[in-house]
């Protein structure tokens, strides 16, 4: 009689909990994985597992030492981190770069904010732009791709870009681009991001575990498909085929697993949309005006920004409608 | 080169020159008096912006000992009788004296003292258990024992101890702001005179269940026997809903009540070790009770053995 | 496609394990616990004393003021004492104790079975029949039902909503109600039709019930007169559809404006237990002294269905279905979603008692807090459309001023964000808390 429990309601829980979501990333992570296993072989393996090691080795520490708190390895975000930034490099980078990435990930990125839940930016994001703006030539190096001839050592993106860059009209860059290779994934980039189909695989995954919700990553597509249409229709020669947008580079991995990062994307379904709608034009933006070839990151880092303003002013849809009765 | 960077620094300082006009003028414009005594009020209370005094802060304190002729009902319970001293005289008005209040805990109940017949599993806070049920014991009056107090406290002034499970208040640094007061679901904690060199007496209980049902919750609870209202000389205590309370103002630290009380829910502190013979009589007095208790409790126990039976 | 509300929501697995059991009469007590305030609203005065003898059916408490209601007496007997007693909260709460003797009902109550299906009582006699009963909302929440069937002047009901949902797991009292009491039902349905002046009636009823959707189907096709004006509606299963918002958005596509009242969008919404209630009362000037309770659990026995009299202990319902299993961890007052875990289970069966669920000791205890990671399961689960991380937040940091702002007060503590929330956060115990402080401070300003 002594352990009657006594409770507030609910007395049940769903069977939804933190680690089984990051787990479900993990898991969702896998074909794209192993696609780049396929592509760039052990290094995938090398790179992806460094930084999944040193992630984790990073936020033991600063649990143990720095923060003094128990360790919170367990709620497997720190694997998530580590992988997402894995599939944002080049194969062959240096581990050194790696390790150095990591640290900044977990450290900077999540670490100082207070750890799980309190971060402003997606951490295996600032990871990479840390490592992008510091070691450019690095970050920038692919290795050659089997089966992708017309293009060697250069992104896609990189190589329209180039190319446009020099004038070259686009009737005469097309020819060189396969766009079914580019959804398969036989093209070149970071080690997660270019098998685009394997990527798809794993946001089904996701949606089907009811982890995320469709609407970010169809809104960031789309965003990106109709301003690129409409740059398309406007001068085809001046501006490329909307699909290779979606197709190429960081569009799917960002879209899929970066922006629907629970902590640094917005609570309400309108507010939501917003945020992926920001992430599509920014990127397009930056692909086409911008400096860089791939502007993936960085918008979803700005936006990422966005994000407390837009859960103040963006409220959810009330029930009853939004203005109260007046009494 | 040159060119663009004497365009630069051109362009710049225009930009300087521009906007300090504009701040000019709409500081100018939106410019309002302050009395500059609030300032200087301000900086001699002691800024822990508690609200202890009733105010939103310190700053409206301040306002408030400004602009009020009558400052006598203003009082800053954190800075004390030498901070108000302190502003009176600043001010040129008069305050009244107040003595040294401490917040106390009124619940006795340790964990040893009252036995737990059930399990909380909800947030720890004492609001969600108290809006829930009546607490984990028998007792629906006493400490729940998840520390809301001590979360609100902005001196670091009460801390729970495990031991018990009961807050503690530490004299030395609490300053009678009251938050822990109101934070109290049970209303616990009371604001009491800090006494003559911290010498103290309180009934030690606020549950307000008949006797019979106290004493089965609790070893150390307020029975409502009545024994120390009749042995006050002063007329101190009162005995309303089944629990004694020591009214402060006319209590003369006599100790008659402590002595007397069956259950020992009176306590004392502050006094120095009583005269060997008095304590005997008072160690006697006392096992006295608890073999009573004792055998009440072992009474007890076999009827609810037999109920459960 | 199936109606079912709007927004958010949940989809807890319904374990309805007792729902084969037919209703079964639980024997009386030696003595029963009757508490004065069994309703939301003011507890009854009572109109009785020490050593009174009163016979079933016979007003023991008398209701103080508009929102309460009348306390009946369960049995024939002595009453011993009228005074505190601990509810299932262990809070003392003025009761009446009587000692049963024999089993003598009022001679003003028709106890025959026999169905009376005619009703030429005006609207007012029907309320006051219904108030002098002491009839309040079955389901739960025991809102007094003259108060709620009164349309206050200038207001017009358009409908009358029967919910049959149970959406709470476990509980299948309601349930058995419709298929072992159905004619009853649907006379109870007019008469309460007739009360408001209505000439639509819908049952609505969930679809992981089909045998009480084709029964009461059945029932009315049978009926000319029920026919045409009562229709039952299946509705798709999901979590917080018994809600009485949330049902009047599944049925009439109809949202109540935050601070309003169903009445406000013609709606008004009775439970199938009180509906029942009303026709005993109406019909046969049978006052509430017994309910059927939903006795309930995993590792229970013999999962019941019990017609329990208003009183009883809640251990000997248990000990009745078979005793209570050996890691018993909680005991729940009505279902597990909204349902009171009990801290004394003597204290006694109610007018509110729907169920009484036991659950064992590792599904009682919450798992362990982890920080909040921002998902938003929580703002898509509440079928209010709040952000229930928010309010939590700002209840724990004691920021009360700014809970209005954020219609914490439209909160209908359905435990939605709770059940969803991945990090097992106590969303809805802060929420509680700070909806209450809400109340508080409309209310004092509405008082100036």
């Not at chain 1, 992104?155 to 097309?174: D, H, Q, R, S």
């Not at chain 1, 993936?296 to 939004?322: C, D, E, H, Q, W």
């Not at chain 2, 002034?157 to 530490?170: K, R």
């Not at chain 3, 909260?89 to 009902?105: F, M, Q």
Request: include cysteine.
């Amino acid at each position: 009689m002594s352990n009657r429990i006594v409770a507030p309601s609910p007395h049940l829980h769903g069977d939804f909990s933190t680690p089984r979501i990051m787990r479900d990333v993990v898991i969702a992570l896998i074909p794209a994985f192993a696609f780049s296993v396929f592509i760039y072989g052990l290094n995938a393996v090398f790179v992806t597992g460094i930084a999944i090691l040193s992630c984790m080795l990073f936020e033991w520490l600063i649990d143990r030492f720095m923060l003094r708190r128990p360790c919170t390895l367990g709620d497997w975000s720190a694997v998530v981190t580590g992988t997402l930034l894995a599939f944002n490099l080049p194969a062959t980078i240096s581990p050194w770069l790696i390790i150095l990435g990591s640290l900044v990930a977990i450290g900077i990125g999540k670490m100082s904010f207070g750890g799980l839940g309190r971060n402003l930016f997606n951490p295996a994001l600032v990871g990479r732009v840390f490592l992008l703006i510091s070691f450019p030539v690095q970050m920038t190096l692919f290795p050659d791709t089997a089966g992708v001839d017309a293009i060697t050592g250069a992104t896609p993106l990189a190589f329209v870009k180039g190319a446009l860059k020099t004038g070259t009209p686009v009737a005469e860059i097309m020819p060189n681009i396969d766009l079914g290779g580019l959804f398969l994934g036989f093209k070149d980039g970071s080690l997660g991001e270019i098998g685009a189909l394997a990527l798809l695989i794993g946001g089904i995954y996701l949606l089907i575990r009811r982890v995320i919700t469709w609407r970010i990553p169809v809104f960031v597509l789309g965003t990106m498909f109709v301003f690129a249409s409409i740059l398309w229709l406007a001068n085809p020669e001046l501006y490329i085929n909307p699909l290779f947008h979606v197709f190429a580079g960081g569009a799917m991995l960002g879209a899929i697993f970066m922006a629907t990062d629970y902590v640094t994307s917005p609570m309400s379904k309108k507010g939501q949309a917003i945020y992926a709608i920001g992430i599509g034009v920014i990127t397009i933006l930056i692909r086409v005006w911008g400096a860089y070839p791939e502007g993936m990151s960085f918008a979803i880092l700005i936006m990422n920004a966005t994000v407390p303003l837009i859960n103040m002013y963006v409220k959810p849809s009330r029930f009853g409608g939004n203005s109260p009765k007046k009494k | 080169m040159n060119e663009t960077l004497i365009y630069t620094i051109a362009i710049l300082v225009g930009l300087g020159l521009i906007a300090a006009v504009v701040l000019y003028f709409v500081a100018q414009k939106f410019k309002v008096y302050e009395d500059p005594r609030i300032d200087e009020t301000e900086a001699m209370l002691p800024g822990a912006n508690c609200g202890g005094c009733g105010f939103a802060g310190c700053r409206a304190m301040a306002e408030a000992l400004v602009k009020q002729d009558d400052i006598s009902a203003l009082y800053c319970p954190v800075g004390g009788a030498a901070t108000m001293k302190a502003v009176a005289e600043y001010l040129g008005k008069a305050v009244a004296e107040k003595e040294p209040m401490v917040a106390v805990v009124r619940c006795g109940g340790t964990s040893c003292n009252r036995a737990r017949i059930n399990t909380f599993d909800g947030a720890r806070s004492c609001a969600v258990e108290a809006s829930l049920y009546g607490g984990e014991t028998g007792c629906t009056f006493g400490c729940l024992g998840n520390g809301d107090c001590t979360r609100v406290c902005n001196f670091d002034a009460i801390h729970m101890n495990p031991e018990t499970g009961l807050p503690e208040v530490d004299e030395e640094k609490c300053t009678a702001c009251g938050a822990c007061v109101k934070a109290c679901p049970k209303q616990i904690i009371e604001l009491r005179k800090k006494g003559p060199k911290g010498r103290r007496v309180w009934v030690n209980c606020v549950n307000r269940d008949k006797g019979a049902i106290t004493r089965k919750a609790c070893t150390v609870g307020c029975i409502g026997c009545g024994k120390c209202v009749k042995t006050c000389p002063f007329e101190a205590i009162t005995l309303e809903n089944n629990v004694a309370y020591i009214d402060p103002a006319k209590c003369r630290l006599c100790r008659k009540c402590v002595a007397v009380c069956p259950t020992g829910a009176i306590v004392e502190v502050g006094f120095p070790a009583r005269k060997p013979e008095t304590a005997a009589a008072t160690a006697q007095a006392q096992t006295q009770v608890s073999a009573q208790q004792e055998t009440t409790i072992a009474q007890q126990q076999q009827e609810g053995g037999e109920q459960h039976a | 496609m199936l109606k079912t509300f709007r927004l958010g929501g949940v989809h807890p697995h319904d374990y309805k394990i007792s729902r084969d059991a037919a209703i079964r009469m639980f024997d009386i007590p030696a003595t029963v616990t009757i508490p004065l305030g069994q309703h939301i609203g003011a507890p009854a005065t009572a109109a009785v004393k020490k050593g009174d003898r009163v016979l079933v059916g016979d007003v023991i408490g008398t209701a103080t003021g508009f929102v309460s209601a009348n306390i009946h007496s369960s049995v024939s007997g002595t009453v011993t004492s009228v005074d505190a007693v601990p509810d299932g909260a262990n809070l003392r709460k003025p009761a009446v104790t009587i000692a049963v003797e024999g089993d003598e009902w009022n001679p003003a109550i028709d106890r025959s079975e026999t169905l009376v299906r005619e009703c030429t009582l005006e609207p007012k006699e029907i309320i006051a029949k219904i108030a002098a009963a002491g009839i309040v909302g079955l389901g739960g929440a025991t809102f007094p039902t003259q108060v709620k069937l009164s349309v206050p002047p200038g207001k017009k009901a358009e409908m009358l909503i029967i919910n049959g949902v149970e959406c709470e797991p476990y509980l299948t009292a309601d349930y058995r109600l419709m298929m072992e009491r159905g004619e009853e039902l649907l006379v109870g349905c007019e008469i309460l039709m007739r009360a408001l002046g209505v000439e639509k009636c819908y049952i609505g009823i969930e679809n992981n019930k089909p045998e009480a959707i084709g029964h009461l189907r059945q029932l009315i096709a049978a009926d000319t007169a029920f026919a045409s004006r009562i229709e039952v509606v299946p509705l798709k299963m999901r979590y917080p559809q018994g809600g009485e918002k949330q049902l009047i958005a599944a049925i009439a596509k109809r949202e109540v404006p935050s601070g309003a009242l169903p009445i406000d969008v013609g709606a008004v919404v009775q439970n199938v237990g009180t509906t029942f209630a009303v026709y005993q009362a109406v019909q046969k000037n049978r006052p509430i002294v017994d309910r059927v309770v939903t006795v309930t659990g995993k590792k229970l026995a013999n999962p019941s269905n019990l017609l329990v009299r208003i009183g009883t202990p809640i251990s000997s319902l248990i000990e009745a279905c078979g005793g209570m299993p050996e890691d018993t961890g909680k005991v729940i007052n009505g279902g597990p979603m909204m349902g009171r875990a009990m801290a004394n289970i003597d204290a006694p069966v109610t007018k509110g008692t729907s169920g009484v669920l036991l659950m064992d000791e590792r599904s009682s205890l919450r798992a362990s807090e982890m920080p909040c990671i921002s998902c938003a399961k929580c703002v898509d689960a509440c079928p209010m459309g709040l952000e229930p991380y928010l309010i939590s937040k700002l209840s724990r940091l004691r920021l009360y001023d700014r809970l209005e702002r954020e219609r914490t007060a439209d909160c209908i503590e359905c435990g939605c964000c709770s059940f969803t929330c991945p990090s097992h956060l106590p969303l809805l115990d802060y929420i509680r808390l700070g909806k209450a402080e809400t109340m508080k401070l409309i209310r004092a300003r509405q008082a100036k």
